[in-house]
């Protein structure tokens, strides 16, 4: 019988080093605006770490508020390029990660964390290149009893990340896109690119269309007097 709450699931599959890569001059804005701005992991994460940007394939984790028994599972199962991607219900009561799992992590090449909770020895992360995205800081420890579960559906703020899903980080958040739909957004994405250019070029050389403004104010019954 099947151990709910308390089990690690086998990843059937991932997005692929190759399309990871492709994504590597993506920025998040262009992500989130093809998905019609609905997927996001809150501008209650925020980055600490140096520079950089993190990429790469989800290996989540659902565990209790301040527990971590399961995260230092996943840094085992880990596999070059993943991200650890932590529900731990939001909660900053007790750190979730810290340095001895960094130093584990960065060993194993896992390429970064998300944590929907806190972490410690933060100055360690800070000073560092290795991705990191959490909800706060707090210097008091995690418990390692359980329960847990890995490589299943988890929740950051309403953003819905699957194993596997392509995990994108930069100065302006977090976004998972998933696995089955990261080519069609790389050129959804692509043409926003192409037409952003186009728009600088356009304010650059003073023929940027503006009447755009005017005609939604009409359209919407604003009064101008």
Known sequence: METLGFRILTRESKVSPAMVQKFENVVTPHVSDNMNRMFSGGSGLSAYYQKGKLLGAALTIKTRPGDNLMVHKAIDLAEHGDVLVVDAGGDTTNAIVGEIMLELSKKKGISGFVINGAIRDSAAFRNGDFPVYAKGVTHRGPYKDGPGEIN??????????????????????????????????????????????????????????????????????????
């Open 152 to 225: 299943v559906p988890v929740s950051i703020d309403g953003m819905v990340i699957h194993p596997g899903d392509l995990i994108l980080g930069d100065e302006d958040g977090v976004v998972a896109i998933p696995q089955a739909l990261t080519a069609d957004i790389l050129d959804q994405v692509k043409s926003q690119e192409k037409k952003e250019w186009e728009t600088f070029q356009a304010i650059e050389n003073g023929s940027v269309d503006r009447s755009w403004i005017d005609a939604t104010l009409k359209n919407k019954g604003c009064e101008w007097k």
